[in-house]
């Protein structure tokens, strides 16, 4: 398949190149071309095209990568609010997941995908209690997802998460799978030091949920004298990289380890408001070089799946902590939602628009009042922007939502009724 944009604007998100008018040429799940606009005979020497898309001075840029997330958790949207964490946790999402089972999720998960479509986004890093079942859905539905293993106490073993590292890191597939456990309050020392001599083996890199509460970090370092990242890099999780999700209440010497392991920190600003958890550090993450990623968090604790309104919270609320407008300016955290996410979920491929890389884009409609004026498309993302000016949503190479409809595998309205149906036999 060989598509054609063309009268459309272009942010790459390659360093120090702005916005550029231009066209871009998708072949098969690969990017051809980005530029200018070409001439009748140079566009002659390439062959027809399958379509030809005149974009109308909208915006061409990278997918979003929602780099922490539980897509399944959907059905748990609006059930279990206004809740601390720890009650929210333990009263309300574990009982209720203890009656899922394979085909729940995966049912659950894709509609998750049919939202992450309408909102830009177009890979997550998911964490859930059956990767398989993630992991089938989005094969099914052509959506590009990164397994995270979610092992802890009373889920998946370290020998599961061989078995599913094994199974789905397979070349030039859409789902691929990397080391991860639930927490440090959820996993016994016998489970994390299996899971760092696995990373060992792989030579592979590590992600948990990280110091999201001031009550964790307190009780871990009331069980082993240091914080869940202090306990967690002694054990050798991090010696070949990963990272942390949620990041909220670290100190000076977790900071230093984030610095000196190389390890991402995956902000989750909607979920972390809504659960009165903290304000992650942002500001302080950028001034110290860690990369930091943007994650939605499940639908059970945000409500929304939505990256744009993740931006504005995450640049928002680094202003109020640091009490200075000028911290975490829109560029960056741009950047975060895009190529940091897909750097820390191993997504190479995916970060940019240039030639070779995946063909994983969204077009943004300007032509809306929100949009306008023109003076910085960056910064009208970031602050200004929603999901209704998603106008379509392309994932290795393939339009999956266009102009308010889907084309997926599955049609919306099945995968509602299905969504639908687990939950009234579950409740």
Request: glycine share 10%.
């Amino acid at each position: 398949m060989k598509i054609r944009f063309y009268h459309v604007r272009i942010l790459t998100m390659e360093e120090d190149r702005p916005v550029f008018e231009g066209e871009l040429h998708v072949k098969d799940d690969r990017i051809s071309y980005v530029g200018g606009s070409l001439g009748a005979e140079e566009l002659s020497a390439l062959g027809s095209f399958d379509r030809e898309i005149d974009g109308g001075g909208n915006l061409l840029l990278p997918g979003f990568k929602n780099a922490h997330t539980h897509s399944a958790m959907t059905f748990l949207r609006s059930y279990a609010d206004d809740l601390p964490l720890d009650e929210w946790l333990n009263r309300k999402v574990f009982p209720m997941e203890a009656k899922l089972d394979e085909e729940k999720i995966y049912w659950l998960a894709q509609l998750a995908f049919l939202e992450y479509l309408t909102g830009g986004i177009t890979a997550a890093f998911d964490m859930y209690l059956i990767p398989d079942a993630v992991g089938k859905a989005a094969r099914d539905f052509g959506f590009r997802t990164v397994l995270v293993g979610a092992m802890n106490n009373f889920c998946q073993s370290p020998e599961d998460e061989e078995r599913c590292y094994r199974t789905w890191n397979r070349e030039g597939d859409l789902v691929s799978y990397r080391l991860g456990f639930h927490a440090e309050y959820t996993t016994s020392m016998e489970r994390m030091k299996a899971l760092a001599d696995l990373a060992h083996r792989f030579q592979a890199p590590v992600f948990a949920h990280n110091s999201e509460t001031e009550k964790e970090v307190r009780e871990c370092i009331g069980r082993y004298g240091k914080t869940p990242t202090q306990v967690m890099d002694e054990l050798g999780l991090f010696d070949y990289g990963g990272g942390g999700y949620h990041c909220i209440w670290l100190g000076q010497e977790d900071f230093e380890i984030f610095r000196r392991r190389g390890l991402f920190a995956v902000t989750c600003p909607g979920s972390n408001t809504k659960l009165a958890s903290g304000i992650a550090p942002v500001a302080e993450f950028l001034r110290r070089g860690i990369p930091v990623a943007i994650g939605t968090d499940g639908a059970a604790s945000n409500n929304c799946l939505d990256m744009f309104r993740e931006m504005f919270l995450v640049t928002g609320l680094a202003k109020l902590r640091e009490k200075d407008a000028s911290v975490v300016p829109a560029e960056n955290v741009l950047r975060m939602a895009t190529v940091n996410g897909a750097r820390a979920m191993g997504l190479t491929g995916c970060e940019t628009l240039s030639a070779g890389q995946k063909a994983d884009l969204i077009m943004i409609d300007m032509d809306q009042p929100n949009m306008r004026p023109l003076s910085d498309p960056e910064k009208n993302l970031v602050y200004s922007g929603s999901k209704q000016n998603v106008c379509l949503t392309m994932i290795d190479g393939k339009i999956l939502y266009e102009c308010g409809k889907f084309y997926t595998a599955a049609e919306p309205g099945l995968i509602y009724e299905k969504a639908e149906e687990i939950l009234h036999r579950i409740h």
